[in-house]
């Protein structure tokens, strides 16, 4: 799949939208790659489908295996918090709804502030480095 | 008939050798940085061991090694319940050393300190995923709840069907707000304590026995 090609030294936020499609058929390992890449190269990744519980246990854990001091402090994850009750519903299911299913934003811990979260919206803030 | 029998009875037998009063539940606290974990730890240990399990600190991070404390024999209701405690370094997904800087920590200090926490919050992690029978899940009931840890750390709990009790931490300052937590998980039970000051810990003795025997 081509590319876009990035201009070098422009001035904003780089976003990485990525399809649930795209993630489907990849690895945890190779998911975790792909969204901390991203990030530590300063964007924002905005994941579509979001990741499963394990998946983020794992993120967590890969995240702070590459803190350093200077250079990479973590990342900031944002999705919106939902009842287990309401979403393991059969019609919830059915309706794709499931826990995992979820809009996710990760960036860099140093760009990206929460200034307000609830079930339904989640409001950032967004720096340049 | 016989093979769903046989199934249940080999269920039974699987569950009464991973629960056996031999082996102790191990059982994690959990939570994020300054929520009083090792508070808690202590005051579980000091009640009925004698023994602390760790450091306690208002600087964030200063447990950054799982500890455990084993064979803590809690008795209620004339029955005793044995349990490991593991109290863990609080999880979070940043840790910056400048943050250190501001309780007057060298620069050497601060990013050493750092490394460990991260290598802290890593090893918690592997211990849910892999080590712990339960989780005792500590909050500052003078903070917002509703944070991304916090979301995140109860889906992976119950996404591996550990029993989870909630507790609110810290109920004697005057912030405190324990409606506040329960609003954030309605789906569990939070009982509230101040785990600094020894505040209905009866209740929350009961509440491991029940959860956790």
Same mark, same amino acid.
């Given at each position: ?24 058929? /990849?690895t ?38 590459e ?63 | 008939?016989g ?11 699987? *569950? ?18 300054? *929520? ?8 579980i *240990? ?69 490394r ?44 591996q ?8 931490? /810290? ?23 101040s ?19």
């Amino acid at each position: 799949m081509p590319e876009a090609k990035l201009p070098e030294d422009e001035d904003g936020v780089k976003i990485d939208l990525i399809s649930a499609q795209r993630m489907d058929g /990849k690895t945890t390992m190779e998911k975790i790659r792909l969204i901390l890449d991203g990030v530590r190269e300063g964007k924002i990744v905005i994941l579509e489908a979001g990741l499963t519980p394990d998946e983020e246990s794992r993120l967590i854990e890969v995240t702070m295996t590459e803190i350093s001091p200077d250079e990479f402090t973590g990342v900031e994850i944002e999705t919106y918090p939902q009842s287990k009750a309401d979403d393991s519903s059969l019609l919830g299911r059915l309706m794709g709804r499931e826990e995992t299913k979820k809009l996710t934003v990760i960036g860099p811990a140093n760009q990206i502030e929460t200034l307000h979260k609830d079930e339904t919206l989640i409001s950032a803030l967004v720096s340049r480095k | 008939m016989g093979l769903l029998t046989n199934l249940k009875d080999s269920i039974s037998r699987a *569950a009464s050798t991973l629960f056996s009063e031999e082996d102790p539940k191990r059982i994690g606290i959990y939570g994020p940085p300054n *929520a009083g974990k090792t508070t808690l730890a202590n005051r579980i *240990a000091r009640d009925w061991t004698g023994d602390a399990v760790g450091p306690e600190s208002h600087i964030p991070h200063e447990t950054r090694r799982a500890r455990r404390k084993e064979n803590v024999e809690i008795e209620r209701d004339g029955k005793t319940v044995t349990i490991d405690i593991v109290d863990t370094p609080g999880v979070t997904t940043k840790v910056d050393y400048t943050e250190f800087l501001d309780h007057d920590m060298e620069k050497d200090d601060a990013v050493r300190r750092s490394r460990e926490a991260t290598e802290g919050v890593a090893e918690a992690m592997h211990w849910l995923r892999e080590d712990v029978d339960g989780v005792i899940y500590v909050l500052d009931s003078t903070e917002d709840p509703f944070t991304q840890v916090n979301t995140m750390l109860i889906g992976i709990i119950e996404s591996q069907d550990l029993p989870v009790l909630i507790l609110a931490n /810290k109920i004697d300052l005057e912030e405190s707000s324990v409606q506040r937590i329960r609003n954030a998980f309605p789906q569990h039970e939070t009982t509230p304590l101040s785990a600094l000051e020894g505040d209905n810990m009866d209740e929350v003795y009961d509440k491991i026995a029940e959860y956790f025997g």
